[in-house]
């Protein structure tokens, strides 16, 4: 500790430098993993509200909501409880003078389903026609009692509810009955058993019998992981972080290591005079700790205020267990990076330091 | 029975084997006592380092024993031998062997980290004024003269008050008054603190203020009573 503390009191320059490098990787690390969470949450956001267990999609859809075609009806092949049925429609919504326009997840279910958020503002959906929107949307100017369209109808849904923020597939989310929605998209059934609609969306259930006609049974993490683009998205901005840890395992790695060859006289001398490679060590890690902490401290504040002036259209959400957890793999990659050099310190032979 | 603080007894050093062997000590018998100050004087290659550093346990002799305070010192692991050098021996090296990132205080505090206790103000405080360092307690080693930097060296090894001081030719960057100076100073510390002090050393002009000298040559090492004036 106190070898290593001084040493880099006094070569402040040197320290500080490498602790610059860590703080760019860490600052990289910490907007990616941002970025990354932002994506996520805008894809699965109102997925996860659902708190649901299990999904059914038709077998021949590639475990895809919007390709996946089942009817009302085929929920007798179902048995448990909160068995809700789940349509979805991805549209512009807008207002009917189009001075509104945004693109918009719509889903259906049925009125008194699970699935329906908690309304914040107005009232229930009670009747045919009506809609909810989430906070996103109130926001931009959307409210209570406006009329408006979802794709190409031109039948109109009034707004009826408001409920907190809820994004799927990178855009807010609308909520309307199963009969309201097949309305929108044009389907020659809106009414009855033989309705189409998506997806079963449950908490606790399963297949009848064996038998179960051309349903799918997935778990709700199998269907996140399968929402169009999700994975792909996730896979390349977790790769790169990765990558940089094996960068800033590298970047200390390799300081250390110089510094280590450069100072080899003075642990010559050190080990003579009874200070051991377990003291040398120590104040490497002691020095390897010290900048990563630094680094990765500033890094985080950094973030912490860029995230306060980015634009409201970047997909940006710090999560702080990702934070902590992407931290603690950054102070890892100091630890082996300064334990790299130790073979060298140990083999540094105190003899050649007299004579 | 002998009362040396450190004593060699019948070391032989080879290094190699065969023809190519080396003969660094041969027969080598020496021993120094509490409040002595002792030279090792020979030429370049005789041996004198290879003394130094069986001595402090850097490496073992082929054949012969080391004996401190009575204690021979063998077969012991690296951990013990790390010990040994860091409580009972206080090393001064030709150049400096001070850390260049420690000011002069911050020497001897390193000394009590590494022994887990609190900072000796006043055991380091005296050092410095017996050594006139007093001005420069708060300098790095770079702002220091040779001869500072010497004096530091001698301040820091008594201050973990060592069983003994081993110096490795100590004036070997010095000019004569500053040898002179620094050989002066280790005469007056060992006679003061009851310190035994090994100087080795290559500079005939230095041996009058030792108590006794050894003279070593090819590995041949032997008592000079001639040499000092007592
Ligand atoms: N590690 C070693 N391997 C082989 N020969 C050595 C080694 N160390 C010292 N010697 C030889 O031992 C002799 C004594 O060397 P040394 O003790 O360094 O002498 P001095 O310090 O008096 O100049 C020299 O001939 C030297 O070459
Ligand atoms: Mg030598």
Redesign the interface.
Known sequence: ???GL??M???KLRYSLLSGVLLLIALVVFMLAGLANGLSNGNRQAVDQWHATTVYLNKNANQTLSASQLTLADKKHLQGTKIAPLSNLSGTLRTSNNQLKTTASAFGTSRNSFLMPTVTSGHRINGKNQLLISAALKDQGYHLGQKVRIGTTKKTVKIVGTYAASTYSIAPTVYTDTATLNRLKGSPVTSGQQQPINAFVTKRSHFKTSKHGNLQRMSINTFIDNLPGYSAEQLTLNTMIYFLFVIALAVIGIFMFVLTLQKQA?FG????????TS?IIAALLTQSIAMALIGIGLGLAITVGLAQIMPAGLPFVINWQAFGIYSLALLGAAVIGALLSWRTVAKID??V??? | MSTAVLALQHINKQFGHGHTAVTALNDANFEVNAGEFVAIIGPSGSG???F??IA?G??TPTSGQVLLNGQALTKQS??ER??????E?G?I?QSS?L????TVT?QF??VD??AHRPFQQSAALELLNELALSDVKNA?PNELSGGERQRVAIARALYNDPSVILA?EPTASLDTPRSIDVVQRLAAEAHQHNKAIVMVTHDQRLISHCDVVYRIEDGNMTRDNTATAQ
Request: cysteine-free; charged content about 25%; proline content about 4%.
């Open positions: 500790m106190y070898l001084k040493e009191r006094h070569e003075l001398v050190l080990k003579v005079q009874g200070i051991g003291h105190p003899v330091a007299i004579g | 004198k380092s290879t130094l550093t402090a850097l490496q690296e951990k790390l010990a040994y050098r860091f409580n021996i090393f090296l062997n850390i260049p990132f420690l911050e505090k390193l980290k590494m790095y490795d």
